[in-house]
């Protein structure tokens, strides 16, 4: 951990293993992993619930969030498992901070943080992976209705392998080609 992200998320960490020790109820041991998928869910939110009406975990929770510096804290490193809030956390949250505008970024990050919003990230496509300049999914803006319409063109264009869009998420980072008029600015993401 200290080689991969540095001594700061390393303290962060041991921060944050402070905060757990204050609430045993939510700490976990080896059943976690003779639990079954739903259980494990169930035990998550659970977990959630408590930290999310601690002001101290919720400081620590959003100061996590809101950093630019590294990508990828998550409920993880403390507990056993992995976190379904991960992608929320590592991919949609810190798509909104990378992306959005101030105002775009008021109105939406403190709504991820209190998980109010859960997201999901949705930039692979069934016929394009690693090359993202490649995305078929249109994002056509509808100059009548002021909004944008977003279309899956053909079935290479189907969104795959979205983490979290089963169960978890109720909102979506969706990477889609900018359509204006008929001129096309490119791949950007839009919530969904
Ligand atoms: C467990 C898991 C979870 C995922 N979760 C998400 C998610 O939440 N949201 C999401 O949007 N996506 C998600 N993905 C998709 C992931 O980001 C893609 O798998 C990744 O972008 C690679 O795309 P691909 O699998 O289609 O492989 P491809 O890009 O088609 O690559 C296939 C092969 O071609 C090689 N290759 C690719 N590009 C080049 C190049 N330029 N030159 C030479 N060789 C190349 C690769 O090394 C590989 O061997 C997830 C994938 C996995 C496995």
Redesign the pocket.
Known sequence: MLFLHGKKVVEDIEDGVRFMKKHPEIDDDFSYFEMTRAEKMEHWWKRFNVIMKDDEYHRYFTKHAERTTDASWSWSYLYHGASPLH?HQS?FTKTLIFFASDSQRAEWLPQATHLKVIG?????ELGH???VQGLETTAKFDLKNDQFIIHTPNIRATKF???SLGVMANHAIVFARCIVDENDYGVQPYIV
């Open positions: 992608l991919m999901c990230y949705a930039q692979t992976g690693s090359n392998w979205p983490g």
